[in-house]
T-cell receptor, first 114, second 115 residues
Framework: ETGVTQTPRHLVMGMTNKKSLKCEQH?????MYWYKQSAKKPLELMFV???????ENNSVPSRFSPECPNSSHLFLHLHTLQPEDSALYLC?????????????FGPGTRLTVT | AQTVTQSQPEMSVQEAETVTLSCTYD???????LFWYKQPPSRQMILVIR??????QNATENRFSVNFQKAAKSFSLKISDSQLGDAAMYFC????????????FGTGTLLAVQP
């Protein structure tokens, strides 16, 4: 248990559906991240929120829309996805302070787009 | 741009033996951090060990230690007295400079532990 939870753990959606992934951290952190993990590829950073402000959008298609309403919650809204978007989506958080560079990860949401 | 390379897609070790996982990276920065993360079959990524580039001493965490060779840009992970619970995917990661604390990951090494 690392203090970062993600729901749902598994999601199957059609290409025309709209769904949201949720991440919650209980560690008092103030920076949160979304990563995409595909087979045989390095983790890809998607979005970074620091102090509730989006500070990085790593050329992610607009069909992925993040939301960070407060420092404990992070959402990833999905709409009109493509089959190649099927992957494990990982959320991570860290304390935005000097010398605290470790990121703590959630268990991930396994997304399948049909 | 920084890159991280893990050249061993899969490794296997006998229980109680020692195994070393390789990682090399490319960067022009002089001050940075390196990490090893473990991802067991349950999928939760766990930090194993970290190394500050300005420290010459290799980091150690119980049975896990690193061999950090800054000039060679090499950062290998040694697991001593391997246990069945060590079986997992291991990722090497580099922390890039800047306020976002972006981590750049390698492709991972899948470690199997044989009883």
């Amino acid at each position: 248990e690392t203090g970062v939870t993600q729901t749902p753990r598994h999601l199957v959606m059609g290409m025309t559906n709209k769904k949201s992934l949720k991440c919650e951290q209980h560690l008092g952190h103030n920076a949160m991240y979304w990563y995409k993990q595909s087979a045989k590829k390095p983790l890809e950073l998607m979005f970074v929120y620091s102090l509730e402000e989006r500070v990085e959008n790593n050329s992610v298609p607009s069909r992925f829309s993040p939301e960070c309403p407060n420092s404990s919650h992070l959402f990833l809204h999905l709409h009109t996805l493509q089959p190649e978007d099927s992957a494990l989506y990982l959320c991570a958080s860290r304390l935005h302070a000097r010398e605290r560079y470790e990121q703590y990860f959630g268990p991930g949401t396994r997304l399948t787009v049909t | 741009a920084q890159t991280v390379t893990q050249s061993q897609p899969e490794m296997s070790v006998q229980e109680a033996e020692t195994v070393t996982l390789s990682c090399t990276y490319d960067t022009s920065e002089s001050d940075y951090y390196l990490f090893w993360y473990k991802q067991p079959p349950s999928r939760q990524m766990i930090l194993v060990i970290r190394q500050e580039a300005y420290k010459q001493q290799n980091a150690t965490e119980n049975r896990f230690s690193v061999n950090f060779q800054k000039a060679a840009k090499s950062f290998s992970l040694k697991i001593s007295d391997s246990q069945l619970g060590d079986a997992a995917m291991y990722f090497c990661a580099y922390r890039s400079s800047g306020a976002t604390n972006k981590l750049i990951f390698g492709t991972g090494t899948l470690l199997a532990v044989q009883p």
